[in-house]
């Protein structure tokens, strides 16, 4: 494994698919073509972008997330007990007709573009979730890779719909264990394999932080309401900590506040203040947050823990100065020793395939000036 430099540069995960990636998952969705022919236009993608990273000067690399629809409905094709259920599908099945129409009616992302992974049995992993893309990326770079895998928290509440995974799971906490028996699997895997950084991606413990009680969200997994917010959260930080023991591998949680519209004032605000005593208590070796936006608020110190900082904005065409990333690196060298800090975007480039934050010419433009501030610093 290389040794990393001072201030790794990486990023969140997603990055936009190219389009004749997002037309081979279009086929593949709709079984026109098999996975073996979506490996062959999907690997030289993947290859492609190994690349880039490299020569924009990434030090832990990403595969994209290229071969997911998105950042966590995609285990529906690796688990046994998983279906993809449209929100139509959904209204058909749950109690409540009414309350789920209101619930659609709040979401601003369009329930035509969003299928969601529901438990309708006992979970098994068919296949590994990220494990067979890890080692296709291994081939291709000496540099550490960091692998991403939607939380225990997400899937638990994404997955649960009370009307069809009850006769298996009767409550979201059962759920919950054999989700984490999934992710604590597919850890050893990762590590056996040889990840050098798995991070768990667990955005909706923003949603109850800042938004209690509101409906408008980015993804059904916050329709299975919960109970109180700190109950949640403390659950949250059980299973996540169950996940990572033992890992092997460096981790993160990944934690923001929505990366699904580029018009800010949708997307939640607040600062990690209400999460920092969860957050604190994560057995993880990084928090990889958002900082660039200052809808996050004021840098906070979790004492030992690096920090993944997010110094690019994933969602503008303006691409950051290094002079500037410099500055907020430098302001958080205050707080951090030099040897915690990590450089990445608030989140990915790419949340859902189709309607990507970004394109791929800005993505890099922005990773290259994180590894530009990263060299100045250095030096
Ligand atoms: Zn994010």
Request: charge should be negative; charged fraction near 25%.
């Amino acid at each position: 494994m290389n040794r990393l430099p001072l201030f790794p540069v990486t990023t969140v995960g997603s990055w936009p698919r190219p389009p004749a990636v997002l037309e081979a998952q279009r086929q593949l969705r709709h079984r026109r073509i098999t996975s073996a022919e979506f490996a062959r236009i999907a690997d030289p993608a993947v290859r492609s972008l190994v690349e880039q990273q490299e020569q924009a000067g990434c030090d832990v690399i990403t595969d994209g997330e290229l071969r997911r629809d998105n950042f966590y409905s995609f285990v529906a094709t690796k688990l046994d007990g998983v279906r993809l259920m449209t929100l139509a599908e959904m209204l058909d099945v749950v109690e409540d007709k009414a309350a789920f129409e209101r619930l659609l009616q709040t979401l601003d992302v369009p329930a035509y573009s969003i299928s969601n992974p529901t438990a309708i049995g006992p979970l098994k992993r068919r296949e590994p979730l990220a494990a067979d893309d890890l080692r296709f990326v291994r081939q291709l770079t000496d540099r550490q890779i960091k692998v991403t895998l939607p939380g225990p928290y997400l899937l638990m509440r994404a997955m649960f719909v009370p009307e069809v995974t009850g006769p298996t799971y009767a409550t979201k906490e059962e759920l919950g264990e054999a989700v984490v028996d999934v992710l604590r699997d597919e850890m050893t895997e990762l590590a056996r394999a040889g990840a050098d950084f798995v991070q768990l991606d667990e955005p909706v413990l923003s949603e109850l932080a800042f938004a209690p009680g509101r409906t408008r969200t980015f993804m059904c997994a916050a329709l299975a309401a919960g109970r109180d917010p700190a109950e949640e959260l403390e659950l949250a930080v059980s299973l996540i900590n169950r996940v990572l023991e033992g890992a092997g591998v460096r981790t993160g949680v990944h934690v923001c506040r929505g990366n699904w519209s580029r018009d800010e004032r949708t997307l939640l605000r607040g600062s990690y203040h209400p999460l920092a005593p969860y957050l604190e208590r994560l057995r993880t070796d990084q928090l990889v947050l958002e900082y660039a936006t200052e809808r996050a608020g004021d840098l906070l110190y979790f004492g030992g823990k690096e920090l993944g900082l997010g110094v690019v904005n994933p969602r503008t065409d303006a691409v950051e100065r290094p002079a500037e990333i410099r500055v907020a690196v430098e302001q958080a060298a205050r707080l951090y020793p030099a040897d915690r800090l990590f450089l990445n975007p608030d989140c990915g480039f790419g949340t859902f395939s189709s309607r990507p934050m970004n394109s791929d010419g800005i993505a890099l433009a922005k990773v290259r000036a994180m590894a530009q501030a990263a060299r100045e610093l250095r030096g």
